[in-house]
Every structure is written in structure tokens, then in C-alpha cells.
């Protein structure tokens, strides 16, 4: 191991680029669908020794000194996003005669603008370097900072945070209930990096007591929190998830919109399953109705006649404000409606945080100038909702709904038990097809479930859909391609093992214990040098 660490530490130019992108791309197998979090003890030890070798010129400026750190954590971060989020050019090919040009951009662009948040971890972790545990620390600092800062900065995108490799199964995502995301990050960073030490030996037995200590704990929590019974439900709903599996080449194909409404209609009025009730609430996807209520008012009376006494649909469509489609002043959101059984919308919750030109355009005026529209989402722009609020439903359970996704934000899904008692999360991952993607964006909805200690019920047009319990768990899902429907009874008791602001507050201490440890032992070889 001393040998393969000092090769890695003399690499130079182009071969240590390569090592550093190899590692990154390498660290995705912890991800879903691969759940192979093994990679990352390869992964993240390589990262350490590259770094260890990652010097400038003593006698140069900062920036000159930090310039090799910063591009060794860049070629990491660009190898990991790349990995990682390649699928995403899919979304170009449904209308590939339209937007096929801008393929570099997404699967390469959108990598790149990312690998800049993991050079600043780099550069962070460099500044507080030090031999031996000192500089493991000191890593866990600078990914964990960056990922708090990824989750918000340029309007953020914490997808496939370091965090989740940590968290493949039920047993292992109870501690986030605890650390929340910013600890996690930091925490599975630490862990991962550990292995580094069997190359100098020094502090390796305060390694491995600290790895048997933190595995420990990881583990022993999931399995006292899972084994622990349920708390005495206060109320339960019958809930009928709907997949209807349309194809996007005809999602706004007017010719084919009758045929999609009558298969919502369908999979929607059906007999419950065995053993289940007829179903208090109905749940349909993102953007799930192919037209506006305000071209087809006849379409509320359909649901009207469909739905029975006490049944209440939530479904996703485009909601119009100020006046008729030809209206040029016209304002579209990306909303879930609540439709009772008299056929009228009781509610409406609008997205707020839209997708970056996939559902708006930045600097519309500018890019717009240089033939830049908006890519993916549908026919028009959408405007960003005001605020989100709960929607009551049967027995005054209050739901809080996230459209697409919204539900990988943390802090946007930190649901205070008193108003909320149940997350919905709705989505359109058909623009991805069967790749890593709609597992990926599953695997963290599943997680804001475990966070905030409430069930999840999750509709998207063609997979992942599911009802998640509090802790993580599926109770019944369809997979990607199925079409049909979940018909399941959730129970609503879960609680949050602490309130939100007290994970965030948990996992910024995380941080700052790291960002301590790294320090003084920074301080102390340097003062040894001296």
C-alpha cells in the first residue's frame, strides 16, 4: 500500500489529471442504482494521496500554491458528474431535431460548472493539510462545506451528494435522521478517505477505532430505529397512486390527449386491489393532465362523476393565470390542484423552485439574443410559485406536495410535524428513461421521507413510483416502464427523531468538529517543522 501511494503521490500533469477523473467516476458506483459504496474506500483514499502530492511552488503567490489542489480536485469532481449525470442528455433526445445541439452543454457543461464546487473542496482541505488523520479531517471539512454550498449557490443542485453512497438501504438512512445532509456529507467523506492511512501507518489505529466507532453507530442506530415499533397511528388513508406511462413524444400531441385523460380516468376508477379500500385519495404525476382546465372545463365534471363520495384527486397539471391561452399577458405554473367529488378545485400548490432552463430561462433577454430558448420542459416558460402550503385531506391529514425536483433540497423539504403529516412528491422522470437518473432522484425523495419521520407517497409518469414509510422502507412501488397503479393504506404517526433546525444545527457541528480537528493539527506540525 506505501508503494501505491507514493506512486499516486509523484504523479504529474496529465497522468495525475487522469487518476483524479478516474477516481471520481469511480466514487458514482456508490450511487444509485449500483448502491456499490465499496467504490468510494478506493475512491477517496486516491483523492488524499493526490492532494498529498498536489504542491506548489512554496515561494509563489496562494493562488499559485493552491492552483495544483484545486485542479486535482476539479478533475475528481468532473469525473464524478460526469459519471453521474450523463443521463441527463437523454431529456434532449426526446425532441432531438430541437434540441440535440445542446447535448455538449448538458452532458459536458453541466459536469464541468460542478467540478468547480469539489476544487474548492480540494482548495479548502489544502489550506488546513497535515500529515497522517490531520489531512482525512481536513477533507471531510472542505466536501462537506461544499456540498452545504451546492445545495443553494446559483440556485443549487445537491444531486447525488457524497452523502448518499452512505445510505443504500433502510439500515443505513437512519442517520441522517440525526446528522441531517450536512453531516452526512462530512461524515461519509471522513469514513471513506480512512483507508489512506494503511499507506503511512501513523495514526492508523486512531483510524480504525474511529471507523469501527462511526460504523457502529451508523449501523446500530438503523437497526434500533427499524426494530422500534410504530408509533400508535392517530389516522390512516387509503391511497391509489397512479403510472399512466405516456409517451413524451405525445405528451402535448393534441391528437392523443383524450386517449391520456381516459387513461388516467381508467387506471384511477378501478376496482381496488384485494384487501384494500376505495381509495380516500388519488394521486397523478407531474404535468400529468395533457391540457389546460381552463380549454376543458368538461374534463372537471369527468373527474366529478369519476370520483366518489369523500375521494379527493391531487394531480399535477399546468395551471393558467390571466386569461385564455392566446393571452400574451398569460402566466403558467407548474402546480399540483386538489379536485374534490363535486368536480372543483379546492386547492392549488405552484412549483417554486423551477428547473434552470428546463422550465424557465436565466437571463432570458440576453441568451434569447443568441438563439438560446428553454430546453426540456414543455410548451411554455413557467413562473415560479410564491410559497408552498399543506393541502388538507380526508380527516384533516395535511399533505405537503414538491413537484419534481424540489424534493432533493433538504431545507426546502424540512416538514415541521405540526403542519404536514405526510410528503408527496410528483414527477415526470419519463424524460430520462430507464437510466441511473429516476433511480437516483427516488433514492433521495426516499431519503427526505427518512429526515422528517414522515410516509411519502410518490407519483411520476413513468417510475419510480411508491409509498415510502417513515422510516425509509417501500411499501409497494412500480418500477420504471409499468404501467398501473398502488392501492395502499398509510398509517400517519410518523415524527421527526429531532425538528429540522436541530439537524441542521447537528450537522454544522459535524463540520466545524472536523474543521477544529483539522486545524490544530495543522497548527501542531507546523509548529513541529519550526
Known sequence: MERLAGRIILL???RRALVAFLAGALAVLGQAPYDFFAACFIS????????????GEASGSLFRRLRPAFAVGWWFGFGYFLAGLWWIGSALLVEADSFAWALPFAVVGIPFALAFFYGFAAVVARLLWSSDIGRITALAFGFGLAEWLRGFLFTGFPWNAIGYAAMPVPLLMQSVSVTGMIGMNALAVFVFALPALLAARRHLRLG???FVVLAAAHIGFGYVRLAAPEKTATHSLDVRIVQPAVDLSEKWDASVRDRIFATLMGLSAKAPDPGHEKPQLILWPETSVPFLFTERPDALTALGDMLGPGQMLIAGVVREEGGSAANADSRYYNSVVAIDDKGEIADAVDKVHLVPFGEYLPFADLLE?????????GPMTFAAGNERHAITLADGIRALPFICYEVIFPDLVAVDATSAQLIVNVTNDAWFGDTPGPYQHFRQAQIRAVENGLPLLRAANNGISAVVDPRGRIVDALAIDARGAIDARVPISGQAVISSGQRRINGMLIMLL???????????QRLRVN
Open 369 to 377: 439574443r443568441f438563439g438560446i430558448g428553454q430546453l426540456v420542459a
Open 44 to 55: 477517496f483514499p486516491l483523492l488524499v494521496w493526490l492532494l498529498d502530492g498536489a504542491t
Open 208 to 210: 480504525a477505532a474511529l
Open 514 to 524: 472536523f474543521a477544529i480537528a483539522a486545524a490544530l493539527l495543522n497548527v501542531r
Open 12 to 14: 504529474w500533469g496529465w
